[in-house]
């Protein structure tokens, strides 16, 4: 049976989503594409006419999971002074943390490694969401230069992206607290570095 155009779209849609909360979960060799379209809820024949390969898949699914967090890290500096949207950023990005389990953590800091063992179109999607996250966050840093705005942003999501990892890492939930909250207050607006 045809679907629709809509219908397509929607299923595509499904499938990254699902894709890349799985992949977040698992990584990106700890689940197949019959499981993957198995979560979406659709049938295991149906993948290939959405994508090529699961490493296409994988590809799309990296590029929005970061134009996503792009969108968000914009919303958050909208109508806000720097340090103010720098705070908001460093806030929600250690926050998401708490918001439910891996699959809904950031991708830099769940599947970082597995991206650049991937290379190819994956690590190009990463590389330009990754550099898109730090032009937002290089534009709410304080510095004298760009470029000196641009090495504290670095620094920044390093210490963000580091703390999420240690946090998840630990299994003693006082101190992946403990962890989370140094990275707020090293990378918050407070920091006398800034």
Avoid at 11 to 40: P, T, Y
Avoid at 104 to 112: D, F, I, R, V, Y
Wanted: aromatic share 6%; with cysteine.
């Amino acid at each position: 049976m045809r679907v629709s155009k809509d219908q397509a779209a929607e299923n595509r849609a499904r499938i990254i989503e699902v894709a890349s909360q799985q992949f977040r979960q698992k990584g990106f060799d700890g689940i197949g594409v019959a499981d993957l379209m198995k979560s979406a809820g659709l049938t295991h024949g149906g993948f290939y006419g959405h994508f090529a390969s699961k490493d296409d898949l994988i590809a799309v699914s990296c590029d929005e999971a970061m134009k996503r967090s792009a969108e968000k890290w914009s919303a958050l500096t909208e109508q806000r002074e720097p340090e103010d949207a720098l705070a908001a950023i460093v806030s929600s990005y250690l926050a998401k943390y708490h918001s439910g389990g891996l699959a809904n953590s950031c991708t830099m800091a769940m599947l970082a490694p597995d991206i650049a063992r991937h290379g190819g179109d994956v690590q190009t999607n990463f590389t330009d969401g990754t550099k898109k996250l730090l032009e937002i966050l290089a534009s709410v840093t304080a510095g004298k230069t760009d470029k000196d705005k641009r090495e504290k942003a670095i620094a920044t999501m390093a210490g963000l992206v580091g703390a999420v990892v240690l946090a998840r890492a630990v299994n003693d939930p006082a101190f992946a607290d403990e962890i989370l909250s140094a990275g707020s207050v090293i990378f918050g607006p407070e920091s006398d570095d800034r």
